[in-house]
């Protein structure tokens, strides 16, 4: 973190959920306060105390979700101007807005800091806010993610991490960065992939005929794009794992995310 623990870049997870139908704000805005109690990430803080990060969980924190009437020209200037930066010393680090275009169609936009949470959370998330929209009741949580934080500082003093970590370290004596040539035009990819979705049903229905995993399809699909564009046999590809292996963390909102290569 730096001295500051104010972000000016964008290490935000920004969604759009576009609502046609019925809507009761009202009962959203209920549920998502139901939701902020329920989770501790919301409820957390970061600061530094003698040059350590630490986080504080608070009991309660001031919350409020906005609303506003607007035709769809205001909406789309609403939302190019939504992602703001947060400063980390003060909770919640997550803002939700409800724009209201017309009686039967709703715009629900939320930002959130990337400390607090992964892809797996925002699934947690939006399943239990619509559990709760609906009036249903959640199973009382077990474990938070302090119980994952304390559970991950004493298993990397064990003996299971500490032999991973002598494996890992001997196979990168070998690693050899996959190089692409120097005058390769990088500015031509902006980081975002767009797949049809009858392409993606095409690929799903592959992966299940084949028992494969889409990641590990599209890991192998890479290596041969790679292989093609630098000659390298020996490649090497960072990626993002979810972390969670344990069957008590399936339920927690927090960033679980580490690096596989």
């Given amino acids: 973190l730096p001295e500051s623990v104010t972000y000016t870049h964008r290490p935000n997870l920004a969604n759009q959920i576009t609502i046609e139908g019925t809507f009761c704000v009202e009962q959203f805005e209920r549920a998502l306060n139901q939701i902020v109690q329920r989770h501790e990430a919301f409820r957390t803080s970061f600061h530094q105390i003698n040059g350590e990060v630490v986080q504080q969980i608070h009991g309660n924190v001031d919350f409020h979700m906005g609303y506003q009437k607007c035709d769809e ?4 200037t609403i939302i190019h101007n939504f992602v703001q930066p947060f400063q980390l010393e003060n909770a919640p680090l997550f803002r939700v807005t409800v724009l209201e275009i017309t009686e039967e169609k709703f715009y629900i936009l939320m930002d959130m800091h990337h400390i607090l949470y992964d892809e797996k959370s925002l699934d947690i998330i939006f399943s239990e806010i619509w559990k709760l929209y609906r009036g249903e009741t959640l199973e009382v949580m077990k474990y938070h993610y302090k119980d994952y934080a304390v559970w991950q500082h004493d298993w990397l003093k064990g003996k299971q991490a500490q032999q991973m970590k002598r ?3 001997r196979k990168m004596e070998h690693f050899n960065r996959t190089v692409l040539e120097a005058h390769r035009d990088q500015s031509c990819f902006d980081g975002k992939m767009i797949v049809h979705p009858d392409l993606y049903r095409q690929i799903d229905d592959f992966c299940s005929r084949m028992h494969l995993t889409k990641t590990g399809l599209i890991l192998s ?41």
């Fill in 167 to 169: 494996v890992g370290l």
């Fill in 73 to 76: 020209n205001t909406a789309q």
């Fill in 221 to 261: 699909a890479l290596f041969l794009i790679l292989f093609e564009e630098t000659g390298q046999s020996n490649l090497s590809v960072g990626m993002r794992v979810s972390n969670r292996y344990q069957k008590e963390w399936n339920s927690i909102v927090g960033c679980f995310l580490e690096k596989s290569m």
